[in-house]
């Protein structure tokens, strides 16, 4: 009987944390993302949102995500986030949580000053950070954003989200996996899931839409607002992502 078996928590149970510097990427689209990816699970899932100023993730009606206040005057709030911890440690199921660009250095510093990953996974918990990376003017940026969690984390647990929406994640005729950067932390990455970048006029529009309402695939598909052709779109862009996702495995732990 493993240790899970022994908690009753069984082997669904796994944290995943979107961490970026750069705002305005698509964090809290990768959150919600995920947070739909594992409600197609068995598993319970609970979705947290800790910006302190643009709150999205939260703004999902479906996903009841709680906003969880972990900043006090620029530093994480102890108490607040040990009690995240200690909930996900007694808790079942996946745990969501996004972040914002203002909580991203303190709140990665406090996990690697406590060594919370490594008490997570002492806990029978799977971990996983995910973090996003565009293309365009934000590229730079957000790549040293995943540099500095590739660097300081111990585990093969960084999922990179590559978003299109600003361009393609090239660099002198090289993709993202042909980047140094890649090679040289390929002990630590996991996988890379693309948020391709498709027709604005069709695709585009239709999840602009979406988002701007803040619902989930399902709901924007049963919506009456949206036209039959759009629904379809949106099946298929849902479709991609949750194949990307499933060849992840982000229910199993990587040691």
Excluded at 9 to 27: C, E, N, R, Y
Excluded at 118 to 132: P, Q
Aim: one cysteine or more.
């Amino acid at each position: 009987m493993t240790k899970d078996e022994v908690s009753g928590i069984g082997p669904a149970a796994s944290v995943h944390l979107v961490l970026q510097g750069k705002g305005g990427v698509g964090k809290s689209f990768v959150s919600a993302i995920l947070a739909q990816y594992f409600r197609t699970k068995s598993a319970p899932v609970h979705c947290m949102d800790t910006d302190p100023i643009n709150s999205t993730f939260a703004q999902y009606r479906l996903l009841n995500a709680e906003h969880l206040k972990v900043l006090k005057r620029g530093t994480v709030h102890e108490g607040r986030f040990d009690h995240f911890v200690q909930r996900v440690c007694r808790g079942e199921g996946v745990f969501v949580m996004d972040t914002g660009a203002t909580t991203f250095v303190p709140l990665w510093n406090y996990i690697l000053e406590n060594e919370i990953l490594n008490f997570f996974r002492s806990h029978g918990r799977s971990v996983f950070v995910h973090s996003v990376v565009t293309g365009g003017q934000a590229m730079s940026d957000t790549l040293n954003g995943l540099a500095r969690l590739a660097q300081t984390t111990s585990q093969k647990n960084v999922v990179v989200w590559l978003n299109e929406y600003f361009g393609e994640v090239t660099k002198d005729g090289k993709t993202f996996e042909e980047f140094q950067m890649a090679e040289e932390y390929a002990s630590k990455l996991v996988g890379t899931v693309v948020i391709r970048d498709r027709n604005p006029q069709t695709f585009g529009e239709d999840v602009r839409q979406m988002l701007e309402l803040r619902l989930t695939f399902d709901e924007a598909i049963k919506d009456e607002s949206f036209l039959l052709v759009s629904k379809q779109r949106l099946g298929i862009v849902r479709r991609e992502l949750f194949e990307q996702l499933d060849k992840l495995e982000l229910g199993c732990s990587h040691g």
